[in-house]
């Protein structure tokens, strides 16, 4: 009896330890109903994974056949990512083969549904690079530069004339004016001529004019009129 309770006993303690990894998680999850196909799928196990290069496999086809899957799955402790791409609808199927932690190969399917097409991934865009600007020559200036207009030269004749027309004007008023001093001077020097004359011609002032009374009162008279009769 004894013999028996040790060998069940060893049976419950080997059992945990020769227990495979199982998956835990899905992303998308089994069943799912998505509006589009997402980038990329994700399956996360209760153990970690192998990591070496074609230690796991993924496959997602869509249900005409069609593979969704880009490039190999990557393995990271114990989650497993599968990148997808195109365009699907209906239903997607996802068959997964990993290696778990104890070195025995797993695997499974299951399903999910897209009820509408995929939202394309957007490509990243280069940012241009702005091209240098064109450094431009003296020759390339000197011929695009514009025409300088000439500058008319200056009429000589007649700056050289305005001196002389100056000056004419100038000499005339001063001929006007000396001409106008000497005609003032001569009519001045002629009325102090009369007045002197007038004055010379009767210096005393005793001239009389003919038929002033004298002194009785009797008017000159003339020495050719006869005496009256009586």
């Not at 040790?6 to 998680?25: I, K, M, N, T």
């Not at 069943?31 to 153990?47: W, Y």
């Amino acid at each position: 009896m004894a013999a028996l309770l040790l060998s069940a006993g060893g049976l419950l303690v080997a059992s945990p330890a020769s227990a495979h990894d199982e998956l835990v998680s899905a992303d998308p999850a089994a069943d799912a109903t998505l509006d589009a196909l997402p980038t990329q799928l994700t399956l996360t196990f209760s153990g970690e994974i192998a990591t070496d290069a074609g230690a796991s496999e993924v496959q997602v086809t869509d249900a005409a056949g069609t593979t969704l899957a880009d490039g190999a799955p990557v393995a990271q402790s114990n989650v497993l990512t599968q990148a997808l791409t195109g365009e699907a609808s209906g239903a997607i199927t996802v068959l997964w083969k990993v290696v778990s932690s104890d070195g025995h190969p797993i695997s499974g399917q299951y399903s999910f549904t897209v009820s509408g097409a995929a939202t394309p991934t957007p490509t990243p865009t280069e940012t241009p690079t702005a091209s240098p600007a064109p450094v431009s020559t003296p020759s390339e200036q000197a011929s695009t530069a514009p025409p300088v207009a000439p500058v008319p030269a200056e009429d000589t004749t007649t700056a050289q004339a305005w001196p002389w027309v100056v000056g004419g004007i100038v000499l005339v008023a001063v001929a006007g004016g000396i001409v106008y001093l000497l005609v003032s001077r001569a009519r001045q020097q002629r009325a102090l001529a009369e007045n002197r004359a007038n004055a010379l011609g009767d210096p005393a002032g005793t001239s009389r004019p003919t038929g002033t009374p004298d002194a009785t009162g009797s008017g000159s008279r003339s020495g050719s009129e006869p005496p009256t009769e009586r």
